[in-house]
């Protein structure tokens, strides 16, 4: 399979080609599937595909902020649940860095099959307790609040740019972040999504009126249109 490949410090991690991954969405027979009819002309179309096809770059942020910064953040041992996942770059490296179980989920089950999930097998992690999840924040936050399973770390990235899904995102990270001191959230985005109207300071003005979580910016880049970390834990 032709593969890109992210490397950060002394880690190295693939992924497949836009070309690679289009093939196997011929093959399986999602190309003609409704989520997937008018992703030609748009890498977003609202409620029905969420552009996970793309490596945008926040998530290469992230990957390399938890390279950086694994002696300090400690995956060993640890649940983690990427949310919007796409390619899973964060999630792929946060298996390599030790954590214990993985869940990734994304919007669209065609981006989980065949991206996803060929990502995590040829990075070569074969930890049993890896996880897909498709479809809507809602249906997940439901199944959370009546799961036992938390996770220790949620990552996400590009996931803020609809003002319209903040509510259901909150719900996820409260029904779905283990209540513990140690407990935390990494959320990658730009610092405004021109046209969409999300942004980080939207984001987290409205997190702080939610009143249970508190957040803070850990990483800013000097681009034209800066891209940021949050870290995000219980108040």
Not at 10 to 22: A, G, M, Q, R, V
Not at 188 to 209: C, Q, R, W
Request: net charge negative; proline share 1%.
């Amino acid at each position: 399979m032709n593969t890109e490949t992210f490397s950060c410090e002394n880690y190295s991690i693939k992924y497949l080609t836009i070309e690679e991954t289009n093939k196997l969405i011929e093959e399986r027979g999602y190309k003609s599937s409704n989520e997937l009819k008018d992703t030609e002309s748009s890498d977003l179309v609202p409620n029905v595909y969420e552009g996970g096809f793309k490596v945008w770059e926040c998530s290469l942020d992230i990957c390399s902020y938890l390279i950086k910064y694994s002696s300090t953040i400690n995956f060993k041992n640890k649940r983690v649940l990427e949310l919007g996942c796409g390619a899973g770059l964060p999630g792929i490296i946060a298996s390599l860095l030790g954590a214990t179980k993985i869940c990734f989920q994304d919007f669209n089950e065609s981006v989980l099959k065949c991206f996803t999930e060929e990502n995590v097998k040829i990075n070569g992690i074969n930890n049993k307790y890896i996880e897909y999840v498709s479809g809507d924040w809602s249906l997940l936050s439901d199944s959370l609040e009546k799961s036992k399973n938390k996770y220790d770390i949620i990552l996400t990235t590009e996931t803020i740019y609809c003002e319209d899904n903040y509510e259901k995102l909150h719900n996820v990270f409260v029904n779905g972040l283990e209540n513990s001191g140690n407990s935390v959230i990494f959320l990658g985005a730009k610092i405004h999504y021109f046209g969409v109207g999300g942004s980080v300071y939207t984001f987290m003005d409205f997190l702080e009126n939610k009143g249970i979580f508190k957040s803070e910016i850990i990483y800013k880049t000097t681009t034209s249109i800066p891209r940021l970390i949050l870290k995000i834990t219980r108040k």
